[in-house]
């Protein structure tokens, strides 16, 4: 199965030697929940054809509606258009809450640009392809590395490359099951073995079958970055030599099927004999697959093929730990802290970055750095050691500094950082936010802890004796909010049927639904300043100074005291 990028350009291509008019969309940014990732491609034809995809389908439909009548395409520069800005706007076009999508629209992109384009893919090179957003005109380079979308609001340049490659070790049934996930993925797969019992049995015509030894075949193979090769025989005749070639190559994922004995032994084999060190076998991966309680070869397969795209896609936690090493890391943690009595209670977290910080002098305040890291980063270690009790349920809602926040976040652990979800009115008080983080979690929780970005003290402790506290509440108590003499405080903690009158704005805020339910409130008496400092004003970053000198805002001086115009 052909990678999609290249599916939507031949296919593009196909249009306009046709002489038909058609479109180009490129997805160019994101806020919240979005179903296609930053540099989604679709194309669309005058005739109403699309392929690819930007949205879940809605989106698509409303471009068909404007561009398929004969001549609605017009000639001209690129456009740029968002869907979702608006809460009613982003349920009309199916994003889910929050989300908000940003496009570039390119009119009849250049025939003969598009073949050069497709002719240098077709010959395995990376390509850059640059659009100039004023008029339209196209360049195209060779590039030497894969590459995030960049758009500078002069340029728009989207990196394109010849489809991932999956060689395969090994004819058996897994291999058949994996070939299969791997080529609906977009990888060409190719596969080896030089047992004639296994080849006899392989019913994949339409994959290449080699016969050859499996080192001399990855040699052959000039496995590049976008080249996994994955051992599945069982037989260290075949896949240790096959595995040391592989790890001398830039492939960005090398692994062997086994049971962790089985690869604790293939690494002591390759130590002893092939004069192997610990350091030189870091890149080899075993046991495969992300651990999903996998039994039959499908199962298996789903495994690996999960692993494998989580490698291939940045950022993902995956991509820097084997199944082995997570397992691992996640012992060291149970070792270093005590954990909460485990319980089936499902829990979310919303957290609130959408202000202004006027009275701060207009910076992002969950940006300021404080003993080295910014407020937010501190924020998102000190909760990383209750994922087992937030799990995914995570989301951060932005707004007048969503560029800034979302631009530090993506230089963070992936594991860390939660998803952003985007107020579209952020210049109302908290309660949109509240509502907007809401709204975007899933169904099904029994509780969300609510805190706040700019909290510079709050640490894993402390949000866990807030969690400790609200699962000893008394009967009938919804909503808990910690309270240091007399001051309300956060985390505050929400059951779910709280959390639902408020995304349904029944009541608007969650200060009237406490003044409405004062019996189902319990003000947490706690002796803990952590509970209730936050940088809201000069005087809080003043007193913050007090506690520690390393205390700055990135690419700027220290934020001058205002005059308080909030």
Not at 46 to 59: D, F, L, M, P, Y
Not at 329 to 350: E, F, I, W
């Amino acid at each position: 199965m052909e990678n999609l990028d290249v599916t939507v350009l031949s296919t593009l291509h196909e249009w306009r030697a046709q002489g038909r008019r058609a479109l180009l969309v490129t997805v160019v940014r994101t806020w919240g929940s979005s179903p296609r990732p930053v540099g989604s491609i679709m194309a669309l034809c005058e005739t109403g054809a699309v392929v690819g995809s930007v949205s879940g389908g809605c989106i698509e439909d409303d471009l068909i509606d404007r561009y398929r009548r004969a001549n609605a395409i017009p000639d001209g520069p690129p456009e740029r258009v968002k869907y979702g800005i608006r809460a009613e706007e982003a349920h009309r076009f199916g994003l889910p809450c929050g989300g908000t999508l940003e496009l570039i629209l390119e009119f009849n992109p250049d025939t003969a640009l598009l073949a050069q384009l497709l002719q240098a893919l077709g010959q395995g090179q990376l390509m850059a392809r640059r659009l100039h957003l004023a008029d339209g005109q196209v360049q195209l380079q060779p590039a030497q590395a894969p590459a995030a979308l960049e758009d500078d609001g002069t340029w728009l340049v989207n990196t394109f490359g010849p489809a991932y490659r999956m060689l395969l070790i090994g004819a058996g049934s897994l291999a058949q099951y994996l070939a299969t996930m791997a080529r609906f993925s977009g990888f060409d797969v190719c596969v080896c073995d030089p047992r004639e019992e296994y080849r006899e049995g392989w019913q994949m015509p339409d994959v290449p079958l080699i016969t050859g030894m499996p080192d001399d075949v990855v040699r052959e193979f000039k496995v590049d970055r976008r080249t996994c090769v994955i051992a599945l025989t069982h037989d260290p005749k075949l896949d240790d030599l096959a595995l040391l070639e592989a790890l001398d190559t830039e492939a960005f994922y090398v692994g062997a099927i086994g049971s962790r004995r089985n690869n604790e032994a293939r690494r002591a084999r390759l130590i002893e004999h092939f004069d192997q060190t610990t350091e030189s076998l870091a890149r080899l991966r075993g046991p495969i697959g992300l651990y999903i309680g996998s039994k039959t070869p499908p199962e298996i397969a789903v495994s690996i093929m999960a692993e494998v795209l989580a490698v291939k896609n940045p950022g993902h936690p995956a991509a820097r730990f084997g199944r082995r090493h997570r397992q691992e890391r996640a012992g060291a943690r149970r070792n270093r802290h005590p954990r909460l009595p485990r319980t089936h209670v499902s829990t979310g977290l919303v957290i609130l970055a959408a202000g202004a910080g006027r009275r701060m002098g207009g910076v992002a305040k969950c940006l300021l750095e404080f003993e080295g890291r910014s407020l937010i980063a501190r924020l998102l270690q000190q909760l990383q050691d209750l994922h087992e009790i937030l799990l995914a349920q995570r989301v951060i809602v932005l707004g007048h500094h969503a560029t800034a926040i979302e631009s530090h976040l993506a230089q963070l652990p992936a594991d860390q950082v939660p998803r952003c979800v985007l107020n579209p009115q952020p210049q109302e008080d908290t309660a949109s936010s509240l509502r907007v983080g809401l709204a975007a979690l899933p169904p099904g929780l029994q509780q969300v802890l609510v805190l706040l970005a700019d909290q510079p003290l709050i640490d894993t402790h402390d949000v866990r004796a807030a969690l400790q506290a609200y699962a000893q509440r008394a009967p009938g108590i919804q909503v808990q909010v910690p309270q240091v003499q007399g001051q309300p405080g956060h985390p505050v903690i929400l059951d779910a049927a709280v959390c639902a009158q408020l995304v349904a704005q029944d009541p608007p805020s969650l200060r009237q639904w406490r003044a409405e339910h004062p019996q189902s409130v319990r003000l947490w008496d706690v002796d803990n300043p952590h509970y209730t400092f936050d940088l809201d004003t000069p005087q809080d970053l003043q007193d913050l100074q007090a506690r520690s000198q390393n205390i700055r805002t990135p690419g700027r001086a220290n934020p001058t005291p205002t005059k308080d115009t909030r």
